[in-house]
């Protein structure tokens, strides 16, 4: 079975510095998908960014991009010139044959001032 | 497009009630899944749809819960009789195709706060 691991709880960032999200995954499959979803105090669920896994060159959406792993299946994210707006938990997924996404426990990311 | 609209957004009802969660997927969307966010168990899936067929409801915690798509525009969740433990966030979902599929995207609804008393 599939699993996703962030072992970040909580991460905390300077506005307009750079921090970088940890996810690593489990899987015995070679097509698949990896997604970081945002998710504010709303909670509504906000798609950040996503990789496919056979594409070699990492995703990248403005400032956020990830580096992608596959031989260590890692998958984290970087959030550049961070901004208040950024504060929110950041969910890493996992999409592959079964058709589930498969989401980490979260990251709670807060930019402070 | 309007996106994937659930209703209601909030719910508080008392142990025991029937309570219904609807979701309107996004037209043209072939894939519908319902997940369940709570504290202790993070996002789980409890059911996904595919041309309005359950295909998958192996995370349905229990009888008391009902997943139905009657048509390729609406579905609902049903709990019955409900628990204080099924206090959670749902969240109805869609997507064209599968998750595997190019450029495939999920997207979510805004969720429905459920808090049974």
């Known amino acids: 079975a599939q699993t996703v691991t962030q072992s970040q709880p909580e991460m905390s960032v300077q506005e307009a510095e750079t921090v970088t999200l940890s996810c690593t995954y489990d899987t015995s499959e070679n097509n698949y998908y990896l997604f970081w979803y945002k998710q504010p105090p709303s909670r509504q669920m906000i798609l950040v960014i996503r990789q496919e896994a056979y594409k070699q060159q990492n995703a ?8 992608f792993q596959k031989a260590a299946k890692s998958f984290s994210l970087k959030i550049s010139d961070s901004q208040l707006g950024d504060t929110a938990m950041y969910f890493c997924a996992f999409g592959g044959a079964t058709n589930k996404l498969i989401f980490g426990t979260g990251t709670l990311l807060a930019v402070q001032p | 497009d309007a996106g994937v609209i659930q209703s209601p957004r909030h719910e508080v009802t008392e142990m025991g009630q029937e309570v219904t969660l609807r979701c309107k997927p996004i037209s043209g969307h072939d894939y519908l899944f319902w997940y369940r966010q709570t504290m202790m168990r993070g996002l789980e899936l409890l059911i996904y749809f595919n041309n309005n067929v359950p295909i998958d409801d192996s995370g349905m915690p229990e009888d008391r819960f009902s997943a139905k798509m009657p048509n390729a525009s609406f579905s609902t969740l049903k709990i019955q009789p409900s628990e204080p433990r099924d206090s959670a966030v749902y969240f109805c979902a869609s997507s064209p195709r599968r998750v595997t599929a190019s450029g495939n ?13």
């Open chain 2, 105 to 117: 995207t999920i997207y979510f609804g805004e969720g429905s706060w459920l808090t049974v008393v």
């Open chain 1, 60 to 67: 990248t959406e403005n400032r956020f991009s990830v580096n």
